[in-house]
């Protein structure tokens, strides 16, 4: 299947096509990013290095952690009518979007590859532009309703990956 073939039948898709869609995204990325993402924090951001004391191990438990979790918000959401389950989905969604733009902008400032770089420029950021954009066509949020869910899921992003690297120590037991 050629590229401009698929871009335009996800232009097409109908907002539940692409939540679905943002699954099979988010946990592409977070397989761009469990090889290396310990050791570039260790490299390059010293002061975080405590976070990623399992190393690879740990990245994986976490990525998984966070993948499940998203696609349960995803799941539980599916197709449901009302505001409710849009708001959340729209949230959780803005938390992948949000770690997504910080992996851009931390190439820009290091001037060097991040892991999860291509698949967050590639993929979450061009999916996010037709999320929002169909979130808004199709009238379950005001511009500025979404734009108070994409803050929140930039809230949420931080914590959840701490959560979820904690977790991944304790289960690791290399805490």
Known sequence: ????????????????????????????????????????????????????????????IAATLLTACYALAVFFTYRKSGTIPLVVFATAYSAVFANAIAHVALAAVFWAYVPGLVTSAMLIVPLSVLIYRRIVQER????????????????????????????????????
């Open 1 to 60: 299947m050629r590229i401009s073939v698929a871009i335009d039948a996800l232009r097409r898709a109908d907002l539940g096509t692409l939540q679905i869609a943002s699954v099979g995204a988010f946990a592409l990325h977070n397989c761009e990013e469990i090889p290396t993402l310990s050791d570039w924090i260790s490299q390059t951001v010293p002061s975080l290095g405590h976070l990623v004391t399992c190393g690879t191990r740990g990245i994986l």
């Open 140 to 175: 379950h949020l005001t511009a500025l309703g979404l734009a108070g869910v994409v803050v929140t899921g930039a809230a949420i992003v931080y914590p959840a990956s701490y959560g979820a690297l904690s977790v991944a120590g304790a289960l690791s037991r290399c805490t």
